[in-house]
């Protein structure tokens, strides 16, 4: 399983990066503009992309107080769910690159049957018991709906951006 859970979290990174590439290369009125989506724009459904993603490595961090690089300046952050937490494209992406170098590190150091750790989860509505795979495939799972999300509006807008595919094993 851990195997299997680091090609998927390689690539989620590769696909985040992939998508702020595109960012990059759009206007401020496409980047901002009111799409109708869950989050309402491309910025803002990349930015729910990485308060998910620091959600869930804040529960990492809780569990596993002894792996440092879980905590990180954006772990503190308070972030406002559902609303924009980042000023800009460069402030988010920094955001999404420590985020997913966090998430790598943990994948890289832990011993595979770390996985089935019990940890406790402060969910929305009320503590969970997973486990740290579990935990790990839902941070998947979230950004890869919401990349989903985002591609539906490039592909209606005419902006190329095929980042799907798993990387090799």
Known sequence: MHRYIKLLLN?????????ISIFKKLTSDDLYKDRG???????????????GENYFIKQLETAYPALSFLSHK?????SKYNEINFTSLDEMTDALKTCDQSVMTFIDSIK?????????VESFNGKKSWTAAYLLL???????????????ILDETGIENDYSGLPEL
């Open 11 to 19: 690539y989620n990174c590769r696909a985040n990066g992939s998508v």
């Open 37 to 51: 989506s869950f989050m309402k724009s491309l910025f803002g459904l990349m930015d729910h992309i990485v308060e």
């Open 74 to 78: 954006y772990s503190k952050m308070e």
């Open 112 to 120: 595979p049957d770390m996985l089935n750790d019990t940890i406790e």
């Open 138 to 152: 839902q941070l998947i799972n979230h950004s890869v709906h919401h990349r989903g999300q985002i591609s539906q």
